[in-house]
């Protein structure tokens, strides 16, 4: 495929790159309760407040509306196949944070899972964008 394609395709990988960031960034589906909750007790009065804590992002109504028209358009495609190497690769680009990775799509890995060489898993994400950029032009 040629440069000139790939740029039109661009958006749309965007598109399920960011619905792959909502998707880590909304809560679990089944939440974890705690039953009991006893605080660690310190040697020192002063040794209290210095914990870390960890502030994690929410997502905002833009980007799960992104979210619902990818999930929309993945569920237009009419194979399973083509849908789960379509997210299996946009998901091995984010990691378990929500932070998008600095190599981008892990080829070699979707390749392994899906027992596929990796150009041609690449070769066929770029058609399964280019079905989906036909299934948004009808819509």
């Given at each position: ?13 965007l ?8 998707d880590?960034?909304l ?5 974890r ?9 310190k040697?020192e ?57 600095y ?16 150009h ?20």
């Open positions: 495929m040629d440069d000139g394609a790939r740029d039109l395709l661009e958006p749309y990988k598109l399920f790159l960011t619905a792959a960031k909502v880590r960034m809560p679990p589906v089944q939440r309760l705690v039953k009991s909750f006893w605080p660690d007790i040697p009065w002063l040794a209290y407040g210095q914990e870390t804590t960890e502030v994690t992002l929410q997502a905002n109504s833009k980007q799960i509306s992104l979210y619902d028209l990818a999930i929309d358009l993945s569920l237009r495609l009419g194979d399973d196949a083509d849908r789960r190497l379509l997210w299996g690769c946009v998901f091995s680009a984010i990691d378990s944070r929500g932070r998008e990775k190599r981008g799509i892990a080829w070699s890995y979707v390749a392994r899972k899906t027992g596929l060489h990796r041609t898993v690449q070769r066929q994400f770029w058609d399964i964008l280019r079905k989906v950029a036909l299934l948004d032009a009808e819509r």
